[in-house]
C-alpha cells in the first residue's frame, strides 16, 4: 500500500498550487473604454502566467497587443485582420470580453496597444511592467 500515501500527498500539493494561482496577483482585468484601456499599467511577476481579462465596453472593435517594441513596430504596418491564437494578440469585438494567459519570463516594460487605424495615436497605449524577485 506505498502508491496511495504517495498519490495523496501529492494530490494535496496541487490542490495548494492551484489555489495559488487563481485569484492571486498575477490576475489582472483591463476595461476598454472611450478607446482607453484602464488601468493602463499593469504589473506582473516574471516567468508566472497572467491571465487577463480584456473587457471591451466599447460599441466598436479593438484589440489587445502586448510584447516588445518589435513586435508593435510589425503591427503598425501589419494587415491581420483577426487574433485569436497567439495569447499576447487579441482582437475585442464590441462589447466582448475575451480572457488569455501570457507568461512573460525576462523583466522589463512591455507595452499593450490597440493597432486599428488611429486608435494608438488617440492614446490606446498601457504598459505591462514585469517585475523580477
Ligand atoms: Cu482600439
Given at each position: ?34 478607446s482607453r484601456f484602464?488601468?493602463d ?73 490597440c493597432?486599428?487605424?488611429?486608435h494608438e495615436d488617440y492614446g490606446m497605449v ?8
Amino acid at each position: 500500500m506505498v502508491r496511495p500515501a504517495l498519490v495523496l500527498p501529492a494530490a494535496a500539493l496541487l490542490l495548494l498550487l492551484c489555489t495559488g494561482c487563481s485569484g492571486g496577483a498575477a490576475d489582472a482585468v483591463i476595461v476598454v473604454r472611450y478607446s482607453r484601456f484602464v488601468p493602463d499599467v499593469v504589473t506582473a511577476p516574471a516567468g508566472v502566467p497572467v491571465r487577463i481579462t480584456l473587457r471591451n465596453d466599447d460599441p466598436i472593435e479593438h484589440e489587445w497587443i502586448v510584447g516588445t517594441e518589435k513586435v508593435h513596430a510589425r503591427h503598425r504596418t501589419g494587415t491581420e485582420p483577426y487574433h485569436d491564437e497567439i495569447p499576447t494578440e487579441v482582437t475585442l469585438p464590441a462589447l466582448s470580453e475575451r480572457v488569455t494567459t501570457v507568461v512573460f519570463d525576462e523583466p522589463g516594460e512591455y507595452r499593450y496597444i490597440c493597432h486599428l487605424p488611429g486608435h494608438e495615436d488617440y492614446g490606446m497605449v498601457g504598459v505591462l511592467r514585469v517585475v523580477g524577485d
